[in-house]
Each structure stands twice: as structure tokens, then as C-alpha cells.
């Protein structure tokens, strides 16, 4: 169980303390004028098709721990927004608990609301294809179990992975058995680069990633009018067991059409848009047309507050354009792995090219000002959507912004560096703070200016300068509480569920200090670590190498993997590992047979060397101190719950 480290702060308590203040009701009432609140389209179809909602709301393990729990958000009942709550978010958090089974068209049905995404299932001739199975093993069964319990109790025959996220694979456990995929009894269908995006973006930065994530959806947050609401493409990323089964079939094709039990599918790929590989479906017997994740009913991320290599939006919005003239003359119903379908020609049309001139204006404008000389918090400052964009409730920012993309499109094309060498080379931030604070007359002299700007409800002002004297001055319980009042107030502001969940976050890991968890090691499952490359299984033994403990040494390491028929060649040298596929080399300082799955075995810790030495699982000619002498200079543990709001151990 977490346990806090925790900060006393004098009259706080776990759940968010303050009220929204005069500023924030001001500004909450401000956008109910603004957008058309009356519409009630979506509404009707986020219900439309409904067979059954999710049973009790719950998703249970076997021994009665909850993973998934709807009854959290009872507090959604009803369209008035409290207070705190921005009422655009309010109402996206209204749309996103619809939940159940539900059927689409005749041989197309979804699984909504028992975790962040959707899980589609096609009927096919004499079993199904199911798309995209959620996140966890525990929450796809049980969705599975409840599209049987009303449709009956008919055989997976394929498994399609539309992205490399991990919502829309890592559930693949809980529906299908490896040995079936194994004996070919199931196919398992992906984009190509599938698995190499899967190894990039959540293994090898996969820790730091995870922590940041908990600010993205509010993992920790109280559930409830001052807490987490919502998280844009959904409620909230389900718990349980995350497993993966590689792909049987690659998409490799820009567009490829395969018949799979009888259910004509094409594929169309769309790489480097809202995941690394992605492709879109047409099913042309059914007129329904798949979106993946590129054409949701909000605004997406170009890079998520998790973090990710930036996204494209440029491709992304061609990729969208290619959908419409490919597939839309032909398609009369919209499908996405997220949110609710789009039905009737006219209005998928004009869906799919708002989403499209949505992409495509946010990088334009960007460009345009980037081009003028301007910084990148001058263009997210500057830049909104333009009217026929701006009203329309399918492009708002529940999930991404446009402040935030914008500042992605900068990164993509001129990288973090803004071109002032002033801020080439700054002081890291606490002794930057330390002097920042002592020249603005010390921190009592800060905060006293501060709390008279909360007052006139300068919030991100008083946010951007409680921040300097926290990392100036980390004990000061009162520049703490007044920096933790301050985002607060941004949260309830706040029109993204993501940046709510952050900035809350934010406050509660001010007020609370940093909740820890048990101490990790590599951060990964087995299936991830079993699915990686041996190229970036060595890429990830390499930045876990402590070039304190290899300090002076170096070795040379010949590896042969026998049930992958692989060879490379590993050297240390300057406290830095490098390593070269299929080589050999005789100055070897010691030569490793084995298999990947021993290897695997060894970095999770579930098998000690010496065991394997003396099994026979692992041979090793040569030196054989080496080998244990290499796993020794290796950071045996990573540390997820880093300190985030403050300056952090061995950083001030």
C-alpha cells in the first residue's frame, strides 16, 4: 500500500480543502455563455445501442479487490457544473460515463466504459474479432464475459491492435490464450513497427513516464467535484495484470484489405500521428469506418503531460484527409477506440474535416508565428481556434490544448531551445530559485505579494512564483500552501481533464509530500520485456548502467541467444555500454550462451545467475567473474515516485 511522506501543512486534509474562490466562479460562469450547452446530439448518441451497462459498474479479481469502480463518479448527476468544476469538462465527464455493451450495427458491437478506451467486437462467421483489448487482463474479461452473457458464448478468432498504447493492447490476456495464437488458432494483427513503438515509447523512458502519468490522469486524486472528474478520453485507466501478445500479422502496406472470417477489412495505415504505428479500418460490408485514436470527439495531445517524442499533426491531418477520400462516400457509421460512434454520412463528413482543419491549424499557425521570430509561449499565448472550430464541442481541449500543442509543434521543429542564449545555460532551478528569491527581498516578502494576487485571482502568476520559493526554501509550509491554493484554482478552471488532474495533483503533492510505492525494478512487465528486440533489450540494460560503479573498467562480451538464433557483441569502455548485432568478436573477455527467456528471467529478478550457472540454463566461457561483475555496476532498482514539485534529493 502507498504510504505518504508527508508535509504537514496547518487545517489541510486528503481531500482537496479550498472552495473555488470569486476569480474562478467568474471565469467557470464565463464559459457557460460562451459555448452552446443546449445541444444535445451527443448525449443521444453516447446512449444510442445500449444493450446493458457494466455490471454494478464494478470490474472485481477473483478474490473481490475492486479495479474499476463507475459508483466513484455518482457525483456526475446532473448538467449543473458545481463550482469547481469547468462546465465543459462537466460535460464531457457526463458523456464519458455512459458504459456497457453496446450495438453499433448489425455484426458491430463496443464495450464502453469499463476502462479508458473501447473494445470492438466484430461478429464474424464462427467467432469474433476483437478490437483493441483495453488495458488489463481483469477489465477485458470481464467485458468479454458481458458481450457473451448477451450475444453468446462464440470463439475469438482475431485479435487487432489498432496502437502501440498500451490501453489498446494490454488487456490481450483476458481474451485469448498465446497458446491458441501459438497454434495458430488466433490471429493476433498489428501496424507494422507495432512492437518497436511498444519498446520506445513505454520502455526504455518508461518509469519517469509512469510518475508523469499519475499527474495526466489524477491516479491518486479523490474522486469528486474538488478532485478528478474525468480524463478526457474516458474516466480513468483501469488497474489489474497488463500483458502482451506479439503480433502473428504485420499491416506493412500503406492500405491493405485482408477477409477475416468473412468480414472484409481495410487497413489503412497512419503512422507518426497520435501513436508511432497506428492504422484506421474500413469495413466495407458493415459502412463502417475506424478511426483508432485520430479523429476523437476533443482535441488530442501532440505530446502528452506523460511525455512522448512529439507528434506529428501536420501527417496526422493528411492521414485524416486520406480517411475521407478512401472511405467516405462509403461509410454511413464513425467508430473510434475511444468515446462514442458518429451515425449518417453528412455528419461524419463534417466531423472528420473539423478534425482534420483542427490539426492542421494548430501547426500552421505555429509555424506562421515561429516564422515571425516569435517564442513559444508568446505563439500558445497568441493562438486559438478560429470561429466554425472554436464553438463546435468535438474539437475542445478535453484531453490535449491548444497552449500546450502548440508548444509541441515548436519542440518538433526548433527542439526546447528558444534561441536566446540566455537560457542556453541557466542555473537548474533550486539555486536558481535560492537567488531568485533573495533578490526579490526574500520569501516572506514573495508571499506577502503573492497572496495579494491570489486575491485579484492571478493564479498562474502566484503558481509561477510560490514555485521559486519552494524550490528556494522546500520546508516553507506557507509558500507550499498558497502555491497548492493557486493551482487548485487553475484545476477548477481548467477545461482539460489532464490539466485538472495535473494541477490538482500538483496541490495535493504539495500539501501531502509524495505518496511512495514499493520500489520497482526494470518497470515492465514479462510479456513487454519478452516482446522487446534483443537490439533494445541491450539499449535498456545500457541506461541502467551506474557509471560510478564502472568507473575504470571495461570488458568485451560475446552473447549467443540460442532460441532466437541470435549473436552480438557487448563492450563496456568509458562507463558507457555499447553493443553490435550479429558480430563476434575473439578478444572477447568472456562468451555467454543462453536464451532470451533466461535473460529475461535474470533482469526481472526472478531468476539469480549463479541458479542459471548451475542449471545449465546459462553457460559462459572465459572469465567468469565478468558477468555478475556487469550486473553489479547495473541500478538495480528504479525510483518512480521522484520528487516533482520540489526539488528533490541529491538536486538542491
Not at 70 to 79: K, Q, R, T, V
Not at 148 to 163: C, L, S
Not at 569 to 588: F, G, I, P, Q
Amino acid at each position: 500500500m502507498a504510504t505518504a511522506s508527508a508535509v504537514p501543512v496547518p487545517g489541510s486534509h486528503l481531500d482537496v480543502a479550498r472552495d473555488a474562490e470569486p476569480a474562478t466562479r467568474a471565469a467557470n460562469a464565463a464559459m457557460t455563455a460562451k459555448l452552446p450547452f443546449g445541444e444535445t446530439a451527443d448525449f443521444e448518441a453516447a446512449r444510442r445501442g445500449l444493450i446493458a451497462p457494466v455490471p454494478e459498474g464494478l470490474v472485481r479479481t477473483g478474490s473481490g479487490t475492486v479495479l474499476w469502480n463507475l459508483g466513484e463518479y455518482a457525483f456526475i448527476d446532473g448538467e449543473l457544473a458545481p463550482a469547481t468544476v469547468n462546465p465543459s469538462l462537466w460535460r464531457q465527464a457526463r458523456l464519458n460515463l455512459a458504459n456497457g455493451l453496446f450495438k453499433v450495427t448489425d455484426r458491430l458491437y463496443q464495450l464502453r466504459g469499463f476502462d479508458i478506451s473501447n473494445m470492438t467486437v466484430i461478429e464474424g462467421d464462427s467467432g469474433l474479432i476483437v478490437i483493441d483489448p483495453l488495458t488489463t487482463a481483469e477489465v477485458a474479461r470481464a467485458a468479454l464475459a458481458h458481450y457473451r452473457a448477451h450475444r453468446g458464448d462464440r470463439p475469438v478468432v482475431a485479435v487487432i491492435y489498432t496502437h502501440s498504447h498500451v490501453d489498446h493492447y494490454g488487456g490481450v490476456r483476458g481474451i485469448v490464450d498465446e497458446a491458441d495464437v501459438k497454434a495458430g488458432n488466433v490471429e493476433v494483427i498489428a501496424p507494422d513497427g507495432f512492437m518497436e513503438a511498444v519498446s520506445g515509447e513505454n520502455v526504455l523512458a518508461g518509469m519517469p513516464m509512469a510518475r508523469r502519468a499519475q499527474f495526466q490522469f489524477g491516479t491518486l486524486l479523490p474522486r469528486g467535484p474538488r478532485g478528478q472528474v474525468d480524463a478526457g478520453l474516458g474516466k480513468g485507466v483501469a488497474r489489474g495484470t497488463v500483458g502482451l501478445i506479439a503480433p502473428t500479422r504485420s499491416i506493412v502496406q500503406p492500405v491493405e484489405e485482408h477477409t477475416i472470417d468473412g468480414i472484409r477489412i481495410v487497413f489503412q495505415l497512419a503512422p507518426e500521428t497520435e501513436a508511432p504505428a497506428e492504422m484506421h479500418m474500413f469495413y466495407p460490408q458493415l459502412r463502417v469506418l475506424n478511426m483508432a485514436e485520430n479523429a476523437c470527439p476533443l482535441l488530442h495531445n501532440f505530446i502528452p503531460l506523460r511525455g512522448a517524442v512529439a507528434r506529428d499533426p501536420r501527417i496526422w491531418a493528411k492521414y485524416i484527409g486520406d480517411a475521407i477520400a478512401f472511405y467516405g462516400a462509403d461509410t454511413d457509421i464513425l467508430i473510434g477506440q475511444h468515446h462514442w460512434p458518429t451515425w449518417g454520412r453528412e455528419a461524419i463528413l463534417d466531423h472528420l474535416e473539423s478534425q482534420r482543419d483542427l490539426y492542421k491549424h494548430v501547426h500552421d499557425q505555429t509555424l506562421r508565428l515561429m516564422n515571425k521570430g516569435w517564442r513559444p509561449a508568446e505563439i500558445a499565448e497568441a493562438i486559438d481556434l478560429p470561429p466554425g472550430l472554436a464553438e463546435r464541442w468535438s474539437v475542445r481541449g478535453y484531453y490535449g490544448t491548444v497552449n500546450h500543442n502548440v508548444k509541441a509543434v515548436y519542440q518538433r521543429y526548433l527542439s526546447w531551445y528558444d534561441a536566446n542564449p540566455c537560457n542556453l545555460h541557466p542555473l537548474p532551478p533550486a539555486p536558481a530559485a535560492r537567488k531568485f528569491v533573495e533578490y526579490m527581498g526574500g520569501a516572506a516578502a514573495v508571499i506577502a505579494r503573492a497572496r495579494a494576487d491570489f486575491a485579484r485571482g492571478e493564479y498562474r502568476w502566484v503558481a509561477q512564483v510560490m514555485k521559486e520559493v519552494v524550490y528556494a526554501e522546500p520546508d516553507n509550509i506557507e509558500a507550499r500552501t498558497l502555491c497548492a491554493d493557486a493551482l487548485e484554482q487553475m484545476g477548477y478552471q481548467a477545461e482539460s481533464a489532464t490539466w485538472r488532474n495535473a494541477f490538482l495533483y500538483g496541490a495535493q503533492e504539495l500539501r501531502h509530500g509524495v505518496f511512495q510505492v514499493p520500489a520497482r525494478g526494470p518497470g515492465m512487465g514479462a510479456d513487454i520485456l519478452a516482446g522487446l528486440s534483443t537490439d533494445i533489450f541491450f539499449d535498456l540494460i545500457a541506461i541502467r548502467l551506474d557509471p560510478a560503479k564502472a568507473a575504470g573498467q571495461s570488458m568485451i562480451l560475446n552473447w549467443h541467444f540460442t532460441d532466437r538464433a541470435e549473436k552480438l557483441v557487448l563492450t563496456l569502455r568509458h562507463s558507457t555500454l555499447t553493443h553490435r548485432m550479429n558480430e563476434w568478436s575473439d578478444k572477447a573477455t568472456a562468451s555467454i550462451t543462453t536464451t532470451r527467456e533466461t535473460l529475461d528471467a535474470i533482469v526481472l529478478q526472478r531468476l539469480a545467475a549463479p541458479e542459471a550457472l548451475m542449471s545449465g540454463k546459462l553457460r559462459i566461457e572465459g572469465d567468469l567473474s565478468r558477468l555478475p561483475a556487469l550486473f553489479a555496476m547495473l541500478d538495480q532498482q528504479m525510483r518512480m515516485m521522484f520528487d516533482i514539485l520540489t526539488p528533490g534529493e541529491g538536486r538542491s
